[in-house]
């Protein structure tokens, strides 16, 4: 359980990727710094990029508290990248992790309790939150038809998926909002912060969605 210090956010599962630093004092978050990466560049960048928003915001490697890894789903190279990171600066400095789900951070976002991130190959990753039993599914246009569709609130960032999804069964109310970043995973953190939910850092791992992963995934988020 953390209660103050400063905490370094992450996430790699999209086309950009990001890393933030804020500093957690009596609940509160304060921003020291955010730092966008192109997707393409992560597996050369990352590590720079973290170096250099430590040393704008004079931070060093041991003042940081504790990390905050959106873990997934999206891009695997992207995840594998950004979780090598972590493992190495958790396991380096002995910090605490916490991991995230993009389409749970992408749900609250929004404030719906439907978020949907396109899985490409015809397919979507769907998260549903809004009974109290989180639900992560890798779907195709086709199961999501058999399933009536989706309704009510649903939370999208990309264009295509908006798209998509208009032409489905069900009559959703799209939520268009901006991909997740580092910054609102940090926000979103806290509660796990709180109650000590911590990932165990030997076996860290990303939230993928695809082959033994890809049927439904509950507690993510």
Not at 56 to 64: F, K, T
Not at 71 to 83: D, E
Not at 98 to 108: E, I, K, M
Not at 185 to 199: D, P, Q
Request: aromatic share 4%; proline share 3%; glycine share 14%.
């Amino acid at each position: 359980m953390i209660e103050d210090g400063i905490l370094l956010g992450m996430d790699t599962c999209g086309a950009v990727g990001s890393i933030a630093l804020a500093r957690l004092q009596n609940g509160s978050l304060e921003l020291l710094g955010e730092k966008e990466i192109a997707g393409g560049e992560l597996s050369v960048a990352l590590v720079q990029g973290i170096a250099d928003l430590l040393v704008s915001s004079g931070i060093r490697v041991h003042d940081l508290a504790g990390i905050v890894a959106v873990a997934g789903p999206g891009s695997f190279t992207g995840i594998r990248v950004g979780l090598a990171a972590v493992k190495g600066l958790a396991e380096a400095v002995n910090l605490p992790v916490v991991t995230l789900s993009r389409l749970a951070l992408l749900a609250d976002s929004a404030q719906a309790p439907c978020a949907v991130l396109d899985a490409h190959r015809g397919q979507f990753y769907c998260g549903m939150y809004g009974d109290g039993n989180a639900r992560e599914m890798l779907l195709t246009a086709g199961e999501i038809n058999s399933m009536g569709g989706l309704t009510g609130r649903v939370a999208v960032c990309e264009e295509t998926v908006a798209q998509l999804l208009e032409e489905l069964y069900g009559e959703p109310e799209l939520i268009r909002v901006p991909p997740p970043r580092a910054a609102a995973a940090l926000r979103f953190s806290l509660s796990k912060w709180r109650v000590g939910e911590l990932a165990d850092v030997a076996s860290l791992d990303g939230y993928y969605l695809r082959g033994a992963d890809a049927k439904v995934s509950a507690g993510r988020g």
